[in-house]
């Protein structure tokens, strides 16, 4: 089993998108990364697990599921990366490869020593992109197959029938 843990701000703070998101309302950002990581997870089957610091949600830690994403907040005096680095110890087995996805190059050496891989926000978004892109090939296929009306027309009919639904004469 493939498990990628992602280190939530980091990446928001790395990826364009969500920069400008983070901008006008974080809590948008976050949504927004979990999302995105709910079609990394269905593209590629890894379970993916997004860690937030807390200094950003005060609190205890909270851990809620969210489009099959694990999301956890850490404790409020605990860093995303403490719990990275515990996260990749626990989960950490010979049937399992973890993979820590963070731009942090202390954090990136840290998880080195527990057996993880990392992938850097900037992997992390290429990968993303190439994802985005294949989804939308495997979409555009699906709907090329797809007739437009349920009952077969000739272009013609077709042609009179979308005159008529424009209200043309």
């Not at 399992?96 to 992390?124: C, M, N, P």
């Amino acid at each position: 089993m493939d498990i990628l843990i992602v280190d939530g701000y980091n990446i928001i703070g790395a990826w364009p998108e969500l920069i400008k998101l983070k901008r006008k309302n974080l809590s948008a950002a976050r949504d927004r990364l979990i999302e995105k990581m709910a079609e990394y997870r269905a593209y590629t089957g890894f379970r993916v697990i997004i860690v937030f610091d807390a200094h950003f949600v005060k609190g205890i830690e909270k851990k809620h599921k969210n489009y099959q994403i694990e999301v956890i907040f850490t404790r409020e005096n605990e860093s995303a990366d403490e719990c990275i680095e515990k996260l990749a110890i626990k989960l950490s087995n010979i049937k399992t490869q973890v993979h820590v996805a963070t731009s942090d190059y202390t954090e990136q050496w840290a998880i080195f020593g527990q057996g993880a891989l990392r992938k850097s926000a900037r992997e992390l978004l290429n990968e993303m992109n190439m994802i985005e892109k294949q989804i939308e090939k495997k979409v555009g296929k699906i709907q090329e197959k797809q007739p437009i009306s349920k009952i077969v027309l000739s272009d013609e009919i077709a042609e009179i029938f979308e005159k008529w639904r424009r209200g043309e004469k």
